[in-house]
Each structure stands twice: as C-alpha cells, then as structure tokens.
C-alpha cells in the first residue's frame, strides 16, 4: 500500500538536476510563448496542461520541432470521447522524424541502435546506416506494390530488421504490426489475419536460454494461413536459405538509397498492436502515426528526460507495447539497445549485465524481473559497473514497496526510480516518470503531462486518497483511431466507454495521493470484493511473494450461487519449499498484519506454476472464469497464454469442488 504523505521520499532530485531536465527548460520556454505557469513546478505545470488542452499539444509539437509537410487548422476539432480529432489538415510522416538525427552529419556515424544477443557482445548501427536501410526497404516495399494504409507484418524477435522493417513501412505509409517468435502459428494467426497483411518479414528461428528454436514450420504456415500476402521477406537470423518464393532480407536493403517519406494525414495509421485476448480474440488497436510522434516525444523527452546524450535500454519483445515505445526513443536522437534473448541467461542477473556493457542511462524493465533479481540474491553494483544508469524504470505490473527499497540499495542511492503504468490501448503511460519529482516508496511519481487522470467511485465522483477506478477525462493523441474490423465503432466503445459515457475507464483500481502520486492496486475487473472491502490483487501478491519460500502467487475472489465469496490463493514454490501449517500460517498472518483480516484467503492451494499471458501478465479472469465451471474452450484464448497445460489444474479443481 501507499506510504503516507509525511514519510520521507525515498529519492529526490537535487537542484542541479531539476535545472538541468528537459521537463523545466521547456516549462519556461512554454511560459514565455504559451502562458504556461513560470513557477509552481511540475504540478502547476500540469494543472496547465490538462486545462490548456489543445495549448500544451501545440506547444509539444513546437519545442520538438515536429514537421508538418501541410499545417493544421486547429489542434483539436472534437474533444469528445472516443473520436477527439486532432490536428486535423495536417500531414507529416513518423519515420522521417525517428530518422532526423541522421541528417547531421557531427551524428551520422554514432550508434543508433546497439544490438545485444546472449553473446552479450554489443553491435552498433549508425544513424547513416539506418537511414540507409530504411531508405533501400521502403522503396523495396513501393515496389511490391505497398501502398499507403496496407498492412505489413513482422514475426521477428527484438532485433535491428525489426525496428528497420518498421521504419520502412510508416515511411511509405503501411501499418506496421509484429508478433515474437515464440508466439506459436495460433496466437500470430489470430492477429495478423485480423488485418490482412500484404509483406510478411519473418525469422528462420531465434536464440533464448542458450537454445536455437527453430522457426520455419511455423513461417510455412503463416504463409499458407495468410492469402493476403504478396510477398515473404527471409530475415536468416539462424543462417537458413531462403524458403522457396521467400525474398531475402540483404537483397532488400542493401542499396544505398535516400528514403522517400509519404506524408500523412495526422490521424492516419502508424500500427495495429493488440491486446492480450485471454478471452476471445485479441482487440486490434490502431493508433495514429501523427498521435504516437506527439504522444511519444512528450514521453520520451520529457518524462523519460532522454537526449542525444542517453542509451534506452528496455527489455521487452516485439509482442509487447514496450517495444514500439522503445524504437521511439530514436525520436529524441537517443541510442536505442535492443536485447535479443531470455532475461535470466546465462544468470538471473543478466540485464544488469547488458546495461553495464551498453552503458545504459535508462534502463527499463519488468517489475516481476527486479523481484526475481531481489529473490535470487543478486547484487548489481557489487557485480556490474552501473555509474551511467541515472534512471531505473519498470512496467507490465505495479513495483512492490520491496522493489524500490531493493533497487535503492543494490544498484544506487542516488537512483531516480520510475515505476510508470499505462497500456498497449494507448502505447504510453498514463502516470510516472517525472525527473524533477521525489520517488515514494510504492508509488508512481505523478500522473503525466496532457492526462487527466482520476480515480473515480462507482458513481463518477473524483476520491483523493481512497482507491477508485483509473479513468482519463480527456483525450490523448494517441488513445486508438479505432480498433480494426470495428465498423460501428462499438467494440471500441464498449471497451473503454461504457462505464462513465464521455470518459475513459482503464480497468485498473488505483488510488491519488494528497500529493499528487499515483498507486497500482492492480486490475478492477479481478478486483477482491470482500464484506464491501475492495482490494486489488497486487496488494496480496506484494505481501505473499515477500516470503522467500513462495516464487509466484495467484488469488481469485469468486462470488459464489449461494450468496457466498470463495477466496483461494494458488502459490507456486520456491525450490525446496513446501507448503505445510507453518508456511501456510506465515502467509495468513503476513497478510493480515500487512493488509486485511477479510482478506487472508479461504484456502491455500499450491500449483506447479502461475500462467501468464505472452506478455508476462498474470491470468486471473480467465481462471476466475474456469473456477465458475466456464468450459476451458470459452474462458481462454488458447493462443494468448505461455502454458496452456497449467490451466487444466483449475479446470479440474473446478470439478472437484462442484
């Protein structure tokens, strides 16, 4: 739960570094031209911001000098929910601003990209080399006949043709769509055949744990699944041939040729990413090339604080929202590391490693990964020379108090943490890094520039300090232009509108502190309704995974027919634990000292393991749905989940109790 407000910060920004950030020189340079509060800080300048909508969104678009090939008549035309429309008239081209940095010529031979695989050697690729790929592919993909709007896919790990293929597709206008290569043919189907893809790029197999996997039954079959494709592009990433009829990757991007950038309407689609469809097929969300470049460089270079001068490290795939926001960090001329391989390989502390040899100066990770770091008894500082990280960010679920303290004291004091939460629905965060703001133990700094964000009671109303429904009062560019094959628009409406007409409700319970941080209590729709008690599962999951005999947790609140509430709490063990009385005791009373007395679980169920989405989420409503007696076939989508056997276990336990 939160710290309280009086509680001393765990971290805090000296004077020389809130001078020196990008977010206050451009609160003074907004104050001179656009009557932005001079003083005030970080929360007059947001209060500024969400009440100067379409000012601050202007004055974004200048201080990073976007390019409109055809100016805008106004900022935002409809402010309504969904369907804002913003710089309407306007046209510009996302990849030819991702690429700027390679005009200069002090820049052109500097790293754009650093590519690390299980190697962990470092391979840089300069901005002229990028730009020169980019330019070879997209006219490559003119001449396939790729036009403006047609969709492109990549089934590619995270590797430099990847953020290359992208590039190339928004320079010529296709809509950009990936999937990893450990998604099985299923998963990547009930994706890619949602849009229709014309090019797919795809790897003969991939790296990770020390293992090659191969890949190309799995290719033969997207090929054979997907006849809207005119062309296949081989990416030999484990040195196979070309398939027949396949094109290969070097014969496309070897030429040295200038890229030509289409220019856009604003709102035109830059990419389709998807949700994770545990029950049904995966939503596929498009957003607005001319969105994500604003949304993007707000949070990049603001709260992020990134500049020519950084390394942006995250570890994530190309399955995940993280990825696509990495690329991005090429918008604020950032190096960009890509890491290609399992995060704990050869060693639970391997990241760590990676931002030591790429001297990364935000390093962004799991919160799942920092507590796995924390169990395994890894030292960073001790083992790695980490002097230039300035920034540890995390994301994908809420940093347990014990992960800041953890990462306060084995990687650095001085170390500006940032837990941020947002989502794939808007590839962006809707509340944490802020460079010049203190860091509390188990909250998110604030929530961000543009976002009115509000935790609201089931009536609409605004709580301060008790836990509401995340929800955002206002349009944000790069909130979804529609979801694909939504003709009426009402599965988009449905998703996030149905709740409070006119506003967005995100599906997370969170709560506002009095001074303006935010904290995760974890997804409403598995929230743990008790006696009138709401809590989020995360709050359990912070306080059980403490414990050192417990590697991972589960609680699912289950209102029963009969009026009752069953509440069980599956945990998967360390090595060499076992669940008897003690252990079991010790978790009751861990969780009612630290949390509830009505929340200490029914029953203690131990599982061989928790399943997990393809992005790492822990799946609760599906196994809420399963313990209901939901047939598996329809609580599921098989596609959307790393082990599908795990889920057999509540399906028969559901039996059993019936």
């Not at 500024?48 to 000012?55: F, K, Q, R």
């Not at 470092?122 to 003119?142: D, F, K, M, Y």
């Not at 290359?164 to 990893?180: D, E, I």
């Amino acid at each position: 739960m939160s710290s309280a407000a009086n509680t001393a910060p765990l971290w805090q920004p000296d004077a020389d570094r809130i001078a020196a950030a990008a977010v206050t020189r451009f609160q003074s340079w907004a104050a001179e031209r656009y009557g932005a509060p001079a003083d005030g800080g970080y929360a007059a300048l947001h209060r500024w911001s969400v009440d100067e909508l379409d000012t601050f969104w202007q004055a974004v678009a200048d201080w990073f000098d976007v390019r409109f090939s055809t100016p805008h008549e106004t900022v935002l035309a409809d402010r309504s929910m969904p369907g804002a429309q913003w710089f309407p008239g306007a046209t510009l081209n996302y990849a030819e601003h991702a690429l700027r940095t390679a005009e200069d010529p002090s820049r052109a031979d500097d790293p754009a990209l650093l590519y690390v695989d299980e190697t962990h050697e470092p391979t840089p690729v300069s901005w002229s080399q990028l730009r020169r790929q980019v330019g070879s592919l997209a006219a490559e993909l003119r001449a396939l006949g790729v036009r403006p709007g047609d969709r492109v896919s990549g089934y590619l790990p995270n590797i430099p043709q990847a953020t290359v293929a992208l590039l190339a597709t928004a320079a010529v206008g296709g809509v950009w769509t990936s999937c990893a290569p450990d998604f099985g043919a299923r998963s990547v189907l009930d994706r890619f055949q949602q849009v229709e893809p014309v090019v797919l790029f795809a790897v003969d197999g991939y790296r990770y744990g020390g293992k090659e996997h191969d890949r190309t039954d799995t290719v033969a079959e997207l090929r054979r699944e997907l006849p809207t494709l005119r062309a296949t592009v081989h990416v030999p990433l484990l040195g196979t041939a070309a398939p027949e009829g396949a094109l290969d990757w070097s014969a496309l991007t070897s030429a040295d040729t200038e890229p030509v950038f289409e220019q856009v309407p604003f709102a035109h689609p830059l990419w389709v990413l998807y949700s994770s469809g545990t029950t049904g097929l995966p939503k596929a969300i498009v957003q607005s090339q001319g969105g994500i470049l604003l949304e993007h460089f707000k949070q990049l270079g603001l709260h992020c604080d990134l500049g020519p001068e950084d390394r942006f490290f995250w570890f994530t795939s190309t399955g995940w929202m993280m990825w696509n926001f990495l690329v991005s960090g090429l918008l604020t001329g950032t190096t960009v590391v890509l890491y290609d391989g399992s995060p704990g390989y050869p060693g639970t502390g391997a990241q760590w490693r990676v931002a030591e040899l790429t001297g990364a100066t935000l390093f962004g990770t799991s919160a799942a990964y920092v507590m796995a770091c924390a169990k395994a008894d890894v030292h960073p500082a001790r083992d790695h020379d980490l002097s230039a990280v300035k920034c540890v960010a995390t994301t994908g679920s809420p940093l347990p108090p014990d992960g800041f303290r953890w990462l306060h004291d084995e990687v650095a004091s001085d170390l500006w943490i940032a837990s941020v939460s947002g989502g794939t629905d808007v590839c962006s965060c809707f509340a944490g890094a802020v460079p010049t703001l203190p860091v509390h133990i188990g909250e998110l700094q604030a929530a961000c520039l543009g976002t009115d964000l509000q935790a609201w009671d089931p009536q609409g109303k605004p709580l301060t300090g008790e836990v509401g429904e995340l929800v955002v009062t206002n349009p944000m560019p790069s909130m979804p232009v529609h979801f694909w094959n939504d003709p009426d628009g009402s599965r988009y409406h449905d998703s996030y509108f149905d709740t409070y007409p006119g506003a967005w409700r995100h599906g997370d319970w969170i709560t506002i502190t009095g001074h303006g941080s935010v904290v995760i209590h974890g997804r409403s729709d598995s929230t743990l309704n008790r006696q009138g008690v709401r809590m989020g599962s995360a709050d359990i999951y912070e306080v059980v995974e403490r414990l050192p005999e417990i590697r991972e947790s589960l609680v699912i609140g289950l209102e029963e027919p009969d009026g009752g509430y069953w509440m069980p709490l599956f945990v998967h063990l360390a090595e060499g634990a076992t669940l008897d009385e003690a252990l079991r005791t010790r978790v009751k009373q861990a969780i009612r000292t630290a949390l509830s007395p009505r929340h200490v679980p029914d029953e203690i169920i131990e599982v061989p393991a928790v399943p997990h989405t393809l992005t790492g989420k822990r799946i609760e409503v599906p196994v809420k749905r399963l313990l209901q007696g939901t047939p598996l076939a329809k609580a599921v989508n098989p596609g959307s989940v790393d082990n599908l056997e795990l889920l057999h276990f509540y399906e028969a336990l559901a039996r059993t109790r019936r």
